[in-house]
């Protein structure tokens, strides 16, 4: 305690709570801070970490024993967590207070119904309503609104959009659970009879995308092998002309 003030390293002062049999310096008290109730405190005028880069990571009394104050550092797995956590929880649920949904349902919900399309209604309300056209489509798709998709001229016309192809990413750790080499050695332990069969990718060059799929049959050595445009985990079905 009491390391804001200036006299911290030599002040010897005992007794300032008039605790009794207290012999320790106030100075070293976890119980009470010296510096509430002493009358010769004198705080540091400014300490480092007050300015830039406002952490003690790039300090060069940071290891030293002289230095009372708290100690700031950056940790960028840290910082980088924590701030990718602010901006999901920033991007979830309605950021609207009960009174102004309220509000917005009242001033969309009546022009909606009437016909006016919602680029229209934003435009000559820009004024009143404080949310974008994009996020009150949101909120109709969550029910927060009295009107519905139903009640959208042009949004129940459209066909609802397919998802582009993308790759399926696993997750290494839980992917390679119960399938390594040692749990292959430990099942044929068990199964000596069960018959395997050993598939792998072969590329040439990297500038080019073939691979080839090679499947080997152990029981009577007989390898097939297919030329595969690119390796991809999940390949798009390719439609062939009969």
């Given at each position: 305690?009491?390391?804001?003030?200036?006299?911290?390293?030599?002040?010897?002062?005992?007794?300032?709570?008039?605790?009794?049999?207290?012999?320790?310096?106030?100075?070293?008290?976890?119980?009470?801070?010296?510096?509430?109730?002493?009358?010769?405190?004198?705080?540091?005028?400014?300490?480092?970490?007050?300015?830039?880069?406002?952490?003690?990571?790039?300090c060069s009394e940071k290891n030293k024993k002289k230095c009372i104050?708290?100690?700031?550092?950056?940790?960028?797995?840290?910082?980088?967590?924590?701030?990718?956590?602010?901006?999901?929880?920033?991007?979830?649920?309605?950021?609207?207070?009960?009174?102004?949904?309220?509000?917005?349902?009242?001033?969309?919900?009546?022009?909606?119904?009437?016909?006016?399309?919602?680029?229209?209604?934003?435009?000559?309300?820009?004024?009143?309503?404080?949310?974008?056209?994009?996020?009150?489509?949101?909120?109709?798709?969550?029910?927060?609104?009295?009107?519905?998709?139903?009640?959208?001229?042009?949004?129940?016309?459209?066909?609802?959009?397919?998802?582009?192809?993308?790759?399926?990413?696993?997750?290494?750790?839980?992917?390679?659970?119960?399938?390594?080499?040692?749990?292959?050695?430990?099942?044929?332990?068990?199964?000596?009879?069960?018959?395997?069969?050993?598939?792998?990718?072969?590329?040439?060059?990297?500038?080019?995308?073939?691979?080839?799929?090679?499947?080997?049959?152990?029981?009577?050595?007989?390898?097939?092998?297919?030329?595969?445009?690119?390796?991809?985990?999940?390949?798009?079905?390719?439609?062939?002309?009969?």
């Open positions: 305690m009491g390391r804001d003030c200036i006299y911290t390293s030599t002040c010897a002062k005992k007794n300032m709570c008039d605790e009794e049999f207290c012999n320790r310096k106030c100075r070293l008290c976890m119980k009470v801070d010296c510096t509430k109730i002493c009358d010769r405190v004198k705080n540091h005028e400014y300490p480092k970490y007050l300015k830039s880069p406002f952490v003690c990571s790039t104050y708290d100690k700031y550092y950056y940790i960028a797995e840290k910082a980088d967590a924590k701030a990718k956590a602010t901006q999901s929880e920033s991007r979830e649920g309605i950021r609207l207070t009960q009174e102004e949904l309220q509000t917005l349902d009242e001033i969309l919900s009546p022009l909606i119904r009437q016909g006016q399309p919602l680029s229209h209604i934003c435009n000559t309300h820009a004024d009143e309503i404080k949310v974008s056209e994009r996020g009150i489509y949101n909120y109709i798709e969550a029910g927060e609104l009295t009107v519905c998709n139903l009640d959208l001229r042009r949004k129940v016309k459209y066909k609802k959009r397919r998802k582009k192809h993308t790759e399926i990413k696993c997750n290494k750790f839980n992917y390679r659970k119960g399938r390594t080499f040692e749990d292959f050695k430990m099942y044929m332990e068990e199964h000596p009879d069960t018959p395997v069969v050993e598939m792998d990718t072969v590329r040439g060059l990297r500038t080019k995308e073939q691979v080839l799929l090679t499947i080997m049959f152990n029981a009577n050595s007989v390898m097939l092998m297919i030329l595969l445009e690119r390796s991809v985990s999940n390949p798009p079905l390719q439609k062939r002309k009969l």
